[in-house]
């Protein structure tokens, strides 16, 4: 069983920057690929980046690119969410997700997920 807890999360403006951490316990954080969806009122989960076990692939959306970077550190069993340029739609809650089997950016693949971290973008 592996627990995932997000933080990093906060108000920030338009053109800020924050950086998302997802530390996990309880299993081998190396096993797991990882995942950062978001959720904003209303609507539903979206993904937002993956990376493998390794961190050697990563994927990102559309929405994201170029302005957010997923990394993990294996040793520190962290991963982050560097986000960049952010905007007002970018206002969401923010959870990261652990998928044994899959690099994925279905969030049905995922085995476990944090309890979110809420992501305030003022204009």
């Known amino acids: 069983q592996v627990q995932l807890v997000e933080s990093g999360g906060g108000l920030v403006q338009a053109g800020g920057s924050l950086r998302l951490s997802c530390k996990a316990s309880?299993?081998?954080?190396?096993?797991?690929?990882m995942g950062w969806f978001r959720q904003a009122p209303g609507k539903d989960r979206e993904f937002v980046a993956s990376i493998t076990r390794s961190g050697h692939n990563t994927y990102s959306a559309e929405a994201v690119k170029g302005r957010f970077t997923i990394s993990r550190d294996n040793a520190e069993n962290t991963g982050y969410l560097l986000m960049n340029s952010l905007k007002p739609e970018d206002t969401a809650v923010y959870f990261c997700?652990?998928?044994?089997?899959?690099?994925?950016?279905?969030?049905?693949?995922?085995?476990?997920w944090g309890q979110g971290t809420q992501v305030t973008v003022s204009s």
């Open positions: 997700g652990a998928a044994l089997r899959r690099f994925s950016s279905n969030w049905g693949d995922y085995d476990y």
């Open positions: 309880g299993g081998t954080f190396s096993d797991y690929n």
